[in-house]
């Protein structure tokens, strides 16, 4: 029995490395996991820009999200089996009780009564993708100097990585 092909996921990314390290674990798992981002990655999505982003016309309701990604899985009025990701540096926030609230899994100025709070999943780098890339890299006494280069790299990685683990 084939089981339709819903969408379980949304990742909402900061930037155009999120950008296309989602991109990339999407493609590899084979899931259907659609992305929000700004231009394309081209302009950032900063921590405390989220509000903002999560009460637009995209996510102000439930039935406009639902029209916008109309493979997400509803009943009534609730999404069945779904996360919405947010990949966030955290390095670009002046405020540190935003930064805090993120890690704590809550979004600063949201709305206690907006609609898509129990959804939302953050994930983060303590400081910024880019300079975790980098400590790895400079581990491995490797000098890179450009982020396309950089997350090149990073994905050339995980891929042997990956090739190399046993389950």
Same mark, same amino acid.
């Given at each position: 029995m084939n089981l339709p092909n819903y969408c379980r996921a949304l990742a909402i990314v900061h930037g155009k490395s999120e950008l296309n390290i989602v991109k990339y674990v999407s493609s590899n798992l084979r899931i259907n996991l659609p992305i929000y981002s700004e231009k394309r990655g081209r302009c950032s999505i900063q921590i405390n820009d989220l509000p903002r982003e999560l009460n637009?016309?995209?996510?102000?309701?439930?039935?406009? +999200?639902?029209?916008?990604?109309?493979?997400?899985?509803?009943?009534?009025?609730?999404?069945?089996?779904?996360?919405?990701?947010?990949?966030?540096? $955290?390095?670009?926030?002046?405020?540190?009780?935003?930064?805090?609230?993120?890690?704590?899994?809550?979004?600063?100025?949201?709305?206690?009564?907006?609609?898509?709070?129990?959804?939302?999943?953050?994930? +983060?780098?303590?400081?910024?993708?880019?300079?975790?890339?980098?400590? $790895?890299?400079?581990d491995m006494h490797i000098e890179i100097k450009t982020k396309k280069i950089i997350l090149k790299f990073f994905l050339y990685s995980m891929i042997r990585l990956l090739m190399t683990m046993t389950i």
């Open positions: 637009n016309s995209v996510f102000k309701s439930r039935t406009c +999200f639902l029209r916008n990604y109309p493979g997400v899985q509803h009943q009534k009025k609730r999404l069945i089996n779904f996360k919405i990701f947010t990949l966030m540096d $955290l390095d670009d926030v002046n405020d540190q009780s935003i930064v805090n609230n993120y890690k704590d899994g809550h979004i600063s100025n949201l709305g206690s009564d907006h609609w898509i709070k129990p959804y939302l999943c953050p994930i +983060f780098c303590d400081r910024n993708l880019e300079d975790v890339l980098k400590k $790895l890299i400079g």
